[in-house]
């Protein structure tokens, strides 16, 4: 596609239940990251990826969250045993080549899926 | 621990007059700041962005300036237009960093009046 897609949109989900959400970054992209942005604030990083390697979680809250990108291509962040304080938009990020090596700046986000625990 | 800092929520400007949009930081090692222009319903769009080896980079309307003495940037969008109207994030990047993670501010809402 012409941009990173990134899916659900939306989710509404009970304290307790799994959620999967999908990233489909632009062709061709080597760097890929995920960011969770509450009301108000900026994206807070949450984890990189260089092709299929995680190269960095250091952003991930708890073990309740876990992402991976099995081909190098598409990506999906995982939260296990939802809460509450869970809720936020999480978004996705893609650049061209690794970092420095693409140009500072070129980063482009997703539409974002929102995440809200009931 | 907020190591970047847009202590501004919102500002509002007349349609041609000068945008200044203020940020600041605490981590001496961020080596390049970015902004970042946010519609609602829309990611973020790089806008522009400045080495900490300058002092300034300029690109069409908008103009960064770096004081690196004082932590502080800005961006100024000057004439300002209806269209201007968006979030703006102040983003940096660790330069120990290898893996090109940003650190961003809160954002500052910019409405430009008709």
């Known amino acids: 596609g012409a941009g990173v897609s990134q899916s659900p949109r939306y989710k509404v989900t009970k304290r307790g239940q799994d959620v999967a959400l999908r990233c489909d970054p632009i062709?061709?992209?080597?760097?890929l990251y995920w960011y969770r942005q509450a009301l108000g604030q900026g994206p807070e990083f949450l984890t990189y990826?260089?092709?299929?390697?995680?190269?960095?979680k250091s952003g991930l809250p708890n073990d309740r969250f876990s992402a991976e990108r099995p081909e190098g291509s598409i990506s999906t962040l995982t939260i296990q045993r939802t809460e509450q304080r869970d809720s936020a938009m999480y978004r996705c990020?893609?650049?061209?080549?690794?970092?420095?090596?693409?140009?500072?700046?070129?980063?482009?986000f997703g539409e974002g899926s929102r995440l809200t625990v009931l | 621990d907020q190591q970047v800092k847009q202590n501004s929520p919102s500002l509002s400007v007349q349609e041609g007059r000068i945008s200044i949009l203020n940020c600041d930081y605490t981590?001496?090692?961020?080596?390049?700041f970015l902004w970042y222009k946010k519609y609602p319903a829309e990611g973020p769009t790089f806008l522009i962005s400045?080495?900490?080896?300058?002092d300034k980079n300029e690109d069409g309307r908008f103009t960064v300036f770096l004081n690196k003495s004082a932590k502080h940037l800005s961006l100024h969008i000057v004439p300002s237009q209806p269209g201007d109207s968006a979030v703006y994030f102040c983003?940096?990047?660790?330069?120990?960093?290898?893996?090109?993670?940003?650190?961003f501010g809160q954002g500052t809402t910019l409405q430009v009046k008709p």
């Open positions: 990020a893609s650049s061209l080549a690794k970092w420095r090596l693409a140009g500072v700046g070129e980063l482009f």
């Open positions: 062709s061709g992209h080597v760097s």
């Open positions: 400045i080495s900490s080896i300058k």
């Open positions: 981590n001496s090692m961020f080596d390049y």
């Open positions: 983003a940096a990047l660790d330069g120990s960093s290898n893996t090109g993670k940003l650190i």
């Open positions: 990826f260089n092709y299929e390697a995680q190269q960095d």
